[in-house]
């Protein structure tokens, strides 16, 4: 079983609240070596077989249809997920 | 001169003396929205060519949503129309963030809707939003406490598959920044009409509180005084157009694509919103603007040029959130949550310990200078020179050609009166239900329940009631109503009548509640105004709006008015939303729009007339919309919204409930369904008297109309005081038992029970959305 990862963020020149709250709430806590911090959202596409060009190609579609806002946020990568076939029975797993 | 430590990619920094020695320098003014006289008149003010700094604003300050130039010849008579006695209660007016209302006891009022209509179709989510956010700011501006929130919103057609999408992110947006600030929504309106599918109007109104001593106004005035930008960071968001500047002049490898929208964050601006009152309570702020559009551009120019004239402005000092930004993008970027204050420098530290203590980020960024300049330097490079009134105040001015379309008189003579007509007593039950069940006359609880309706504790009134109440002092229960309204079919049969009726219904709907009228704000939304036909539109809804204010003695005291409004060449409805501010002594004495109590009496107030042109059973039932609307009664309006404030302060009725849109079919739905109490009603008295049929009475939707529950030992007292002053009067019902089979029984047509009725009435909306 193949796996895609999908990566979204907020475009660089939109204002990221979330972003904004956890570079307060770092500096707050003592990490005050994070100057800003940007948050975005990953997506993890499992697919049957070995991740193709074809299966990335429809998985960008996706990205652009479902996955991002095209208005405030980007599609950063589209990308198989290596570690997909041997973390399978471990979720934990820190890419 | 060797300071510049720009980064980003920028090679050349197009400043004042390099524009005085390059005169030839194409600029791109048409890409910036610029006609071709409009920038040589750039030139004659400047005697020479603008830096691309100066273009910049120019252009966003002489765009129509900045400058008003189509609309102002015919805003004007806002102005004229007033007299000194409507004044009398206004402590400030047009021209101003937003009026401000005297309400007695010290205490004003003030309040503004405006449109953010092509952000929310983009980004139906964050254009919602940010439209919240700012009119927040534009009351904020005032120095008043923000008390509520209401919106407009108008949607294509309900079944239309893009429909879901727009209203899902604006309802959501709404909700979501209004309900982070801790903001009561108290009403609003909610249309649903196939002209504005391709755009929706998404408006939004605010309501702040004052007192007298607190007002301010945005200038900047005093030699010395600092120019402070605080709250968020400016970034490259909202920049929309000027990404064209940019890339045009400077950047050889290809537009940067800056997005047009913003993003809000409601919860920077609370915390702009206590750290500005604590500013005001402290004195240590001499004026105030919020940035909205245009930025910085309108900032400092409008704050210039109300004020002595004089500013210097240093542009590195405004705090980035992109070190990227390029100047002209700084000045005209539209990031949310930021004001802009004057302050003395003996006061400087002080304002400064406040920012800090709400941890709002504050730079001073200039001063006041002598002399009638406003210079921007970007790292002692002087990239801005030019007199402020000639970007703020004195654009560009258009007699734009108007014309009656020819379509009109087709239009107006396609009457409703020949329609087919329910009669017996049966198709008229039908036609109850099914226009109870009618996307504009349905329950809208699905909305108004992703809304705080009751946070800080002060409402009174909310949705589904006629009017928003909030109250202002805690001590006395002082307080305000207000109210929008617009029937747009009404405005499209005639524009004149159309705004009128707007004001008169939404008026009506103040003194509903029991709160009398002072003052109106409109949002004005037409199509594009180089239609002569529109243009027409526009100047027929201006002039009928100021007469009627005149009439009523309720002064427009600001807006706003938005304009291209239209798919392809299709125009929307012309949509003037009008609303009124009302004052009442004590919030707790507001009328409610249901009744309760078994027993007793219900009274018709007005007259009905055989007026189905533009009525929801028209448009619902036959799908037409034709003929003239409903004739203006403005007389009529002001003696009952007098009858209905008496009736209210000498607790005379119980109820009182409106009558619009779907007539009076509707208002008895509603006031049955508000606390699921049934009513008996005859309506032979009234048929007889008006002569009209049954059919008519139900459905006609004729002005100066409300129903009200009157306490049988109310009764005698109630109707002495409409014989006296001459108010038409029928007592058409009884309030009936609260109990499970609870019906709206209409004697000699039809019963409904209450459960069939809810039905009919409730699920539409959650239905199709959820």
């Known amino acids: 079983m193949g796996r895609i990862v999908v990566d979204v963020m907020p475009k660089p020149e939109i204002l990221d609240p979330q972003g904004k709250a956890v570079a307060g709430a770092l500096a707050r806590l003592g990490y005050d070596e994070f100057g800003a911090v940007r948050q975005g959202k990953r997506f993890e596409l499992e697919v049957d077989g070995e991740v193709t060009p074809e299966l990335l190609g429809r998985a960008r579609e996706a990205a652009g249809l479902l996955l991002s806002n095209p208005v405030i946020e980007d599609v950063v990568n589209v990308s198989a997920d290596e570690s997909a076939d041997e973390s399978a029975d471990d979720d934990a797993v820190v890419s | ?770």
């Open chain 2, 1 to 770: 001169m060797t300071g510049r430590t720009m980064s980003g990619a920028t090679t050349h920094l197009d400043t004042v003396e390099h524009a005085g020695q390059s005169p030839d320098t194409i600029q791109p003014w048409a890409e910036l929205g610029l006609k071709a006289d409009e920038y040589q008149r750039i030139r004659a003010i400047l005697g020479r060519r603008p830096t691309s700094a100066e273009l910049a604003m120019y252009s966003v300050m002489w765009s129509e949503h900045c400058s008003y130039k189509s609309s102002k010849v015919h805003l004007r008579q806002f102005g004229d129309k007033t007299t000194e006695q409507m004044r009398s209660v206004l402590l400030a007016g047009i021209g101003e963030n937003a009026g401000v209302v005297d309400v007695g006891d010290g205490w004003a009022v003030t309040f503004k809707v405006e449109s953010h209509n092509h952000p929310s179709y983009i980004e139906p989510y964050q254009g919602a939003a940010t439209g919240v956010g700012g009119i927040v700011r534009d009351i904020l501006a005032m120095g008043a406490r923000p008390i509520a929130v209401m919106d407009q919103l108008r949607f294509g057609a309900i079944d239309h598959p893009d429909t879901a999408r727009v209203v899902h992110g604006v309802v959501a947006g709404v909700g979501g920044y209004g309900n982070c600030l801790g903001l009561p929504n108290i009403g609003g309106e909610l249309v649903f009409d196939p002209c504005y599918q391709g755009n929706p109007l998404v408006n939004a109104l605010c309501v702040g509180a004052l007192r007298h001593e607190d007002l301010h106004l945005a200038n900047a005035t005093g030699e010395g005084n600092l120019v402070v930008l605080f709250g968020a960071r400016t970034g490259g968001d909202g920049i929309g157009g000027v990404s064209v500047l940019a890339s045009e002049t400077f950047d050889e490898k290809g537009p940067s694509r800056r997005p047009a929208v913003q993003v809000g964050d409601p919860f920077a601006e609370k915390v702009l919103i206590e750290c500005c009152l604590e500013l005001f309570t402290a004195g240590v702020v001499e004026g105030i603007q919020d940035l909205g559009g245009a930025g910085l551009s309108c900032a400092t120019s409008e704050l210039a040029s109300a004020g002595d004239g004089g500013m210097a402005v240093r542009l590195e000092e405004v705090p980035l959130r992109d070190a990227t930004l390029r100047p002209e993008e700084i000045l005209m970027s539209e990031s949310q949550e930021r004001m802009m204050a004057i302050v003395r420098p003996d006061r400087i530290d002080e304002f400064m310990a406040i920012a800090r203590k709400w941890d709002v980020e504050a730079a001073v960024i200039g001063e006041v200078t002598a002399g009638e300049r406003l210079t921007i330097t970007w790292h002692d490079e002087l990239i801005v020179d030019v007199p402020p009134r000639t970007v703020a105040h004195e654009g560009p001015v258009y007699q734009r050609p108007f014309e009656r379309p020819g379509s009109q008189d087709a239009l107006q003579a396609d009457s409703a009166l020949a329609l087919p007509r329910p009669k017996t007593g049966d198709e008229l039950r039908e036609t109850v239900l099914r226009l109870a069940g009618s996307p504009n006359l349905a329950s809208k609880e699905w909305v108004t329940a992703q809304y705080d309706r009751y946070v800080m504790g002060n409402t009174a009134l909310a949705m589904p009631d006629d009017a928003g109440v909030v109250r202002v002092d805690e001590e006395s229960g002082l307080g305000v109503a207000v109210a929008t309204d617009c029937n747009a079919r009404f405005a499209k049969l005639d524009p004149y009548a159309g705004a009128q009726l707007a004001l008169s219904e939404a008026y009506r709907n103040v003194a509903t509640a029991g709160a009398t009228p002072l003052a109106v704000t409109d949002c004005l939304n037409f199509g594009s105004p180089e239609d002569p036909g529109v243009m027409w539109q526009f100047a027929e809804t201006t002039r009928g709006l100021a007469d009627a204010c005149q009439v009523l003695g309720t002064p427009v005291t600001g807006g706003n008015v938005s304009l291209y409004n239209s798919t392809g060449d299709d125009a929307i409805h012309p949509t003037p939303v009008v609303g009124v501010l009302g004052v009442m002594d004590d919030v707790t004495r507001r009328t409610p729009s249901g009744w309760r109590q078994p027993g007793q009496v219900i009274y018709l107030l007005g007259t009905t007339r055989e007026e189905l042109s533009g009525s929801e059973w028209a448009w619902v039932t036959h799908g037409h919309l034709g003929g003239v609307p409903p004739k203006v009664d403005l007389g009529a309006e002001r003696l009952l919204g007098q009858i209905l404030v008496n009736a209210s302060r000498d607790g005379l009725v119980d109820a009182a409930h409106d009558l619009s849109d779907g007539g009076l079919a509707q208002a008895l739905v509603e006031a049955c369904l508000r606390y699921d109490v049934g009513a008996r009603v005859w309506l032979d008295e009234v048929c007889e008297r008006d002569g009209i049929s049954p059919f008519t009475a139900l459905f006609s939707e004729s002005v100066a109309r409300v129903i009200v529950s009157v306490p049988r030992t109310e009764e005698v007292r109630f109707t002495d005081m409409c014989t006296a002053r001459g108010q038409v009067h029928a007592r058409i019902g009884v309030v009936d038992s609260p109990d499970e089979d609870a019906t709206l029984d209409v004697q000699g047509l039809f019963s409904i029970p209450l459960t069939e009725l809810r039905q009919a009435w409730e699920p539409l909306l959650r239905n199709t959305f959820s």
